[in-house]
């Protein structure tokens, strides 16, 4: 009796263990696999960086970013030797033009996963790179061109990175560092650089967001007093260095407006001059979708007991919005001065 | 022109080349040229008749939605709903119960007449019929008035106006204020209203309205609320406002019932679905007047007769079940005493008795059959004694089984909180395709109803009340 006992138990045991694709063993492997691809895939994106800044990763630079023993590093270095896809020389590991587009996939993914957090999940900034850092090596080839379709084909990442395209080329950022820049002129803020993290928090604190207008209005040997959507910030050189800014081009078409549609009164008029660049993907789809395009007449109709959401009434219709999107709707008063009217 | 040969391929790198030289904004000039467009062409050709209609509408609206009186107005309405659904449905009810009975009566009596085995007519007539008659003469009142009203509320189009009122407490829950919508639909039916939050697009916003719309109750669960609001809490009132105090306690139910909704989808929002709040966009339709036949078919047609058929069909063999249970002995005594004898000591702690759980386990394909199999098990399969009023029933459950308020009160929160049907489960595993996301929709709420039950029960008899 008890021997047959054992005998089953034993027997479960070793189905749990051993099952094909649900047993403990099948699990550790796919375990293994995963973590290998990756690590090996995470390597890739560290050389090349490191490329980007003309630079050659090392052994010891690998270690530091990854986490790893050198030991471990060596082999994920040797796996991806064995593919092809790195070389080693004495000044360093660099990548192979396989490896550079294999690396470039990875990026691809990263990025459109970001820009799909942000524009449908509605994830704040912060978050965006955890969470993609996570999602990229899961993601196959054939969702990343699903998810690149989905979200319109972006061309840049919620920071503003470029997004690689399918083929492995990527358009570089024309862009300088805020360091760089003539105190006192407007500029478009291009990029801004997620990492490392504390860093990025400071930025995010500034009120900083890529496509917003920022001027330098004082610079010191180690500070800058910068002037973004209204308001002044004092950030340091350091944290400079990490904001890529541009020239502002008449096509960016940047609405002027300070006003937005949730700050109208009960009952109040008022003209969209634009979408707030904030707003991306879904969101801003579905706000011009509702006729909420420049120009167009929006009247604040309903409040209710709670404040919000308040109603508009837009093109003859009535839309209740959200405060929140209701902060996208950039206004110009309305109706507007006779004189501009009349100016070509 | 000579024609030129274009492959598919090369059509579409010429579009991925063109596409590099967009910038974002070409999306943006499309709509406002389309709006353009399109307001060009709606000024030339539609004259518009002043602007009477939409000042009468936002007259209505400024009321509806109104800051002081929005809420106030909403709950009046769904009162005064509630109220018309039970000041109709009793008198209607006892007449059709009164004629089943009479029928059973007959038939059985013409069965025994032509010699029939005692278990055919049992079987056939005192389970059967027997449980038909219970779900028909119980449901099709309440339903044929509830339904009908309610559908003038949608008609109108008011419903969107309530999810405009609460959505700001939605949106606090981590939801989406269309959940309203969905909510409201529940009331008819659970497994509808499941399949209406296709009307929310954030996923995770959609699956919150999904798990919470079972504590909205839905019009199976109704029959067992009303029957309790009017036995339990009218007959404390003088009958001048005994309708009045009933649809009062269904109102607070629901009321509870939208509690429990923010709650669980606050808790929700913040543990297994946590994330950030989607755009929100709800057009407001303009009043329209409604259209009495439609009403009268949708509602009569399409939602009694449905809902009232899917009843049936369970309802029949459950009856016949039921008979069984009551009639078949091992060892001495029945299996459905054995059934309760066995649930008796878990209903004790949760402030029920194994009667109301076995019927519970029994009316998992429909909640409509509830009460009729609660009150077929009290009275036995073998008693003949039928009840129609429900004074009756009362006598049954007070002076019989020993039902206090606290039995009542659990009862209702137990009817409020539990599994959804076995419809609606089947349903949201259609909408999510998730073995996970449906157990956790079905067994939520089974142990926050336990839970919720429990924790009155124990409060009740430890306090000295």
């Given amino acids: ?344 | 022109m000579t024609p030129v040969s274009v492959t598919p391929q090369a059509v579409l790198d010429r579009s991925d080349e063109l596409r590099r030289g967009l910038d974002g904004s070409f999306r943006d000039s499309m709509v406002t040229s389309l709006y353009q467009r399109a307001g060009e062409l709606a000024g030339r050709s539609v004259r518009e008749q002043g602007a009477g209609k939409w000042d009468f509408d936002q007259r209505i609206d400024r009321i509806l939605t109104s800051r002081w009186l929005g809420l106030p107005v909403m709950l009046l309405l769904l009162g005064a709903v509630f109220w018309v659904t039970i000041l109709g449905a009793n008198v209607p009810s006892q007449m059709l119960a009164n004629a089943f009975f009479a029928v059973e009566a007959a038939a059985a009596a013409w069965f025994e007449s032509m010699g029939a085995p005692w278990w055919l007519t049992g079987l056939v007539w005192h389970g059967t019929f027997r449980g038909l008659a219970w779900v028909v003469s119980v449901m099709l009142p309440p339903m044929a008035i509830f339904f009908p009203v309610f559908t003038i509320l949608e008609d109108l189009g008011y419903l969107p106006r309530v999810a405009f009122n609460l959505d700001w407490l939605f949106r606090k829950a981590g939801a989406h204020g269309k959940q309203a919508l969905t909510m409201a639909m529940g009331f008819g039916c659970n497994a509808a209203g499941v399949t209406s939050t296709r009307i929310i697009d954030s996923p995770r916003e959609r699956l919150l309205a999904i798990l919470t719309n079972n504590f909205v109750p839905c019009n199976g669960r109704f029959p067992t609320l009303i029957m309790l609001a009017v036995i339990f809490v009218a007959a404390a009132f003088p009958p001048a406002v005994a309708a009045f105090a009933a649809a009062a306690a269904v109102m607070a139910v629901v009321l509870l019932g939208v509690c429990f909704t923010l709650g669980v989808s606050w808790a929700l929002s913040r543990s297994v679905l946590s994330g950030e709040a989607s755009a929100f966009t709800l057009e407001m339709p303009p009043y329209r007047r409604p259209s009495i036949l439609r009403i009268l078919y949708t509602s009569l047609i399409d939602r009694t007769i449905f809902v009232l058929g899917r009843a049936m069909l369970t309802a029949a063999p459950a009856g016949a079940l039921i008979w069984i249970l009551a009639n078949v002995q091992a060892g001495g005594t029945t299996l459905a005493e054995r059934s309760i004898a066995l649930l008796e000591p878990l209903g004790t702690a949760i402030g029920l008795d194994g009667v109301i759980l076995l019927a519970y386990v029994i009316a998992i394909p429909a909640n409509e059959i509830v009460v009729p199999t609660m009150l077929m098990c009290y009275l036995g399969g073998a008693m003949m004694m039928d009840i129609t009023t429900y004074e009756q029933i009362r006598e049954v459950l007070v002076g019989q089984h020993g039902w206090t308020l606290l039995t009542a009160v659990n009862l209702m929160l137990f009817s409020l909180l539990h599994n959804p049907c076995a419809t609606t489960i089947l349903t949201i595993w259609k909408e999510t395709r998730s073995a996970r996301w449906t157990a956790l929709g079905a067994l939520m709420p089974l142990g926050l109803a336990f839970l919720v039950c429990f924790a009155t029960a124990q409060a009740v008899r430890l306090l000295p009340l």
């Fill in chain 1, 1 to 344: 009796m008890s021997a047959l006992g054992i005998l089953v138990a034993g027997a479960l045991l070793v189905a749990s263990l051993a099952v094909p694709k649900f047993g403990l063993l099948a699990k550790w492997k796919r375990h293994r696999a995963y973590r290998a691809k990756s690590r090996s895939e995470d390597a890739l994106k560290h050389i090349l960086a490191w490329q980007h800044r003309s630079k050659l990763a090392s052994l010891e630079s690998l270690a530091g970013t990854m986490g790893l023993r050198p030991a471990a590093v060596l082999r994920v270095v040797a796996s991806l030797q064995t593919a092809g896809w790195v070389e080693s020389s004495a000044g360093g590991i660099a990548l192979t033009a396989s490896g550079e587009r294999r690396a470039l996939q990875v990026v691809r993914a990263h990025r459109l996963w970001e820009r799909h957090l942000s524009d449908d999940a509605n994830m704040p900034m912060a978050k965006l790179h955890q969470a993609a850092e996570r999602a990229e090596h899961s993601l196959s080839r054939e969702q990343v061109a699903e998810l690149d379709a989905h979200l319109g084909h972006p061309q840049h990442d919620p920071h503003g990175d470029p997004i690689p395209r399918p083929d492995g080329t990527i358009s570089a950022l024309h862009a300088v560092s805020l360091n760089e820049w003539p105190v006192g002129r407007p500029a478009l803020i291009a990029h801004l650089e997620d990492e490392p993290e504390a860093v990025f928090r400071q930025i995010l604190l500034a009120n900083l967001r890529p496509m917003r207008v920022v001027k330098v209005a004082e610079s010191g040997p180690n500070h800058l007093v910068i002037e973004v959507d209204g308001g002044q910030h004092r950030i340091e050189r350091s944290t400079a260095a990490n904001i890529h800014v541009r020239e502002i081009r008449p096509q960016d078409a940047l609405p002027s407006a300070r006003t937005r549609l949730s700050d109208l009164a009960q009952g109040a008029c008022g003209e969209v001059a634009g979408l707030s660049p904030d707003c991306q993907g879904l969101s801003r789809r579905r706000l011009l979708d509702l006729g909420l395009t420049p120009g167009t007449r929006v009247e604040v109709a309903l409040d209710n007991t709670f404040g919000d959401p308040r109603a508009f009434r837009v093109r003859g219709t009535t839309v209740a919005l959200r405060r929140q999107q209701a902060d996208q709707v950039l206004m110009r008063p309305f109706p507007p001065f006779s004189g501009k009217e009349a100016a070509p």
